[in-house]
C-alpha cells in the first residue's frame, strides 16, 4: 500500500481509504446502502488497517450517525495508537428535524463536531470536511467557524466535497485574505464511467496543490463487472432500489466491454481493473471504497497491487472519454499555436 501526501499538508494517507457508508442498522433510506453489524464493521477495519490501509472515511449523516458510533467502537476495541490513523468525517446533512439540524452555519458545525466526536470516541478528527454546499450560510461564515474548529485543537486539517470549481476558489481565496484554515481535500464522485471531474476542478486542485479523493470509483457498482446492459444485476445488488450515482449506462457498459478482457489477462476481476485506472491517475490522492464483507474489501484493496500497462491506459481512457465541451474545444483550438512554439 503505497502513501501520499494529503495536498499541500503534511498529513500522509494510503492511497485507498476506506469508506463506511455499509456501516448501518440496514432500516430506512440507507437500508439499500448496507446492513453491516458492529460485528462486521469491527471485522472490516480490521482487515483494512491489516493491508495498509490508515485513512478511513464516514459522516455523521451515515444511517443518522450509526456509522460514526460503528467506527469510534471498532477503532476502541482495535486500541490503535490515535497517530497511527487518520479519520476523515463530514458535516452538513439532516441530524434532526429542527431548522439549525443541518447546514453549515457556525452554530450547526460547532455542535456537530462535537456530536461527531462523542460519537467517534476521539479527541480529534483529522480531516473534518463539509458534505456538500448550504444555500442559506455565507462561505465566510462556514469557513470561520471551521478554522475556529482547528484553533479549538477538535480538527485537524478541512476539505470539501461535491462543489463546482468556481466555488471551491472562492473558498480557497476567502480563507488566504482572512488567514483561515483553508480546504485541503476535494472529495468527489470520480470513476471510468464519470470523468466530469477533469474538466475543471482536476485543473483547479493540481493549480492549488488540493487532494482529490474519490468517491463510489465502482459507480454505484456498476464498474463491479456483475451488471449487464440489459439491466440484471446480483440479486440484493445497490443499484436495484438506490440508483445512483447517474451513470451514463452505455458510455459505461463500452468501458466494461474492454474491462473484461483484462481482467481475465491479469486474472483478477472487473472492480479491480476499474479501481486500478483510479489508482494510476496523478491526481488521485486516496480512493475511497466502501464493502459490506471482508471478501470484497480484500478484492478491492488488491487492486493497488494492479499496475496496467500502458496500452491498457489508453485503451481505457479512449473507452472512456468525455465528449468535447465548450470552453474546452474552444481554448484548445485557440491555444494549437502558441502550444507548438514549444516542442
Same mark, same amino acid.
Not at 478491492?300 to 500502458?310: C, E, F, R, V, Y
Given at each position: 500500500?503505497?502513501?501520499?501526501?494529503?495536498g499541500a499538508t503534511g498529513l500522509v494517507?494510503?492511497?485507498?481509504?476506506?469508506?463506511?457508508?455499509?456501516?448501518?442498522?440496514?432500516? !430506512?433510506?440507507? #437500508?439499500?446502502?448496507?446492513?453491516?453489524?458492529? =460485528?462486521?464493521?469491527?471485522?472490516? &477495519?480490521? $482487515?483494512? @488497517?491489516?493491508?495498509?490501509?490508515?485513512?478511513?472515511?464516514?459522516?455523521?449523516?451515515?444511517?443518522?450517525?450509526?456509522?460514526?458510533?460503528?467506527?469510534?467502537?471498532?477503532?476502541?476495541?482495535?486500541?490503535?495508537?490515535?497517530?497511527?490513523?487518520?479519520?476523515?468525517?463530514?458535516?452538513?446533512?439532516?441530524? !434532526?428535524?429542527? #431548522?439549525?439540524?443541518?447546514?453549515?452555519?457556525? =452554530?450547526?458545525?460547532?455542535?456537530? &463536531?462535537? $456530536?461527531? @466526536?462523542?460519537?467517534?470516541?476521539?479527541?480529534?478528527?483529522?480531516?473534518?470536511?463539509?458534505?456538500?454546499?448550504?444555500?442559506?450560510?455565507?462561505?465566510?461564515?462556514?469557513?470561520?467557524?471551521?478554522?475556529?474548529?482547528?484553533?479549538?485543537?477538535?480538527?485537524?486539517?478541512?476539505?470539501?466535497?461535491?462543489?463546482?470549481?468556481?466555488?471551491?476558489?472562492?473558498?480557497?481565496?476567502?480563507?488566504a485574505q482572512r488567514a483561515l484554515a483553508?480546504?485541503?481535500?476535494?472529495?468527489?464522485?470520480?470513476?471510468?464511467?464519470?470523468?466530469?471531474?477533469?474538466?475543471?476542478?482536476?485543473?483547479?486542485?493540481?493549480?492549488?496543490?488540493?487532494?482529490?479523493?474519490?468517491?463510489?470509483?465502482?459507480?454505484?457498482?456498476?464498474?463491479?463487472?456483475?451488471?449487464?446492459?440489459?439491466?440484471?444485476?446480483?440479486?440484493?445488488?445497490?443499484?436495484?432500489?438506490?440508483?445512483?450515482?447517474?451513470?451514463?449506462?452505455?458510455?459505461?457498459?463500452?468501458?466494461?466491454?474492454?474491462?473484461?478482457?483484462?481482467?481475465?489477462?491479469?486474472?483478477?476481476?472487473?472492480?479491480?481493473?476499474?479501481?486500478?485506472?483510479?489508482?494510476?491517475?496523478?491526481?488521485?490522492?486516496?480512493?475511497?471504497?466502501?464493502?459490506?464483507?471482508?471478501?470484497?474489501?480484500?478484492?478491492?484493496?488488491?487492486?493497488?497491487?494492479?499496475?496496467?500497462?500502458?496500452?491498457?491506459?489508453?485503451?481505457?481512457?479512449?473507452?472512456?472519454?468525455?465528449?468535447?465541451?465548450?470552453?474546452?474545444?474552444?481554448?484548445?483550438?485557440?491555444?494549437?499555436?502558441?502550444?507548438?512554439?514549444?516542442?
Open positions: 500500500m503505497r502513501m501520499k501526501k494529503l494517507v494510503s492511497e485507498i481509504c476506506l469508506g463506511t457508508m455499509t456501516f448501518s442498522s440496514g432500516e !430506512g433510506f440507507w #437500508a439499500p446502502i448496507g446492513n453491516t453489524d458492529q =460485528a462486521g464493521a469491527t471485522g472490516i &477495519v480490521r $482487515a483494512a @488497517l491489516d493491508h495498509g490501509v490508515n485513512f478511513i472515511d464516514t459522516a455523521d449523516v451515515y444511517s443518522a450517525g450509526i456509522a460514526e458510533t460503528m467506527t469510534g467502537n471498532a477503532l476502541k476495541s482495535l486500541a490503535l495508537p490515535r497517530d497511527q490513523f487518520v479519520l476523515a468525517t463530514k458535516v452538513l446533512g439532516r441530524m !434532526g428535524p429542527g #431548522a439549525n439540524q443541518s447546514g453549515l452555519s457556525r =452554530a450547526h458545525i460547532l455542535h456537530a &463536531v462535537d $456530536a461527531s @466526536l462523542k460519537r467517534l470516541q476521539l479527541d480529534y478528527i483529522d480531516l473534518y470536511q463539509t458534505h456538500g454546499r448550504d444555500p442559506l450560510t455565507p462561505l465566510e461564515e462556514t469557513l470561520d467557524a471551521l478554522d475556529a474548529c482547528v484553533r479549538a485543537g477538535k480538527v485537524r486539517y478541512i476539505g470539501l466535497c461535491n462543489l463546482p470549481a468556481w466555488e471551491i476558489a472562492k473558498a480557497l481565496g476567502i480563507s483553508r480546504f485541503e481535500s476535494v472529495q468527489a464522485y470520480y470513476s471510468l464511467a464519470g470523468r466530469d471531474l477533469e474538466r475543471e476542478i482536476v485543473p483547479l486542485a493540481k493549480d492549488q496543490n488540493l487532494a482529490i479523493l474519490p468517491w463510489s470509483p465502482l459507480a454505484g457498482g456498476i464498474l463491479s463487472g456483475k451488471f449487464s446492459a440489459e439491466g440484471a444485476g446480483p440479486a440484493g445488488a445497490r443499484r436495484a432500489t438506490f440508483d445512483f450515482p447517474p451513470v451514463d449506462r452505455e458510455r459505461a457498459f463500452r468501458v466494461i466491454d474492454v474491462m473484461r478482457p483484462m481482467a481475465a489477462a491479469h486474472a483478477v476481476s472487473v472492480a479491480r481493473v476499474a479501481l486500478a485506472w483510479l489508482l494510476q491517475q496523478s491526481v488521485v490522492t486516496s480512493v475511497i471504497i466502501g464493502a459490506r464483507t471482508n471478501e470484497q474489501l480484500v478484492d478491492n484493496l488488491a487492486a493497488a497491487d494492479l499496475q496496467l500497462t500502458a496500452e491498457e491506459m489508453t485503451a481505457l481512457d479512449t473507452a472512456s472519454a468525455l465528449p468535447s465541451e465548450y470552453p474546452g474545444w474552444m481554448l484548445e483550438r485557440q491555444g494549437s499555436d502558441r502550444a507548438a512554439v514549444i516542442k
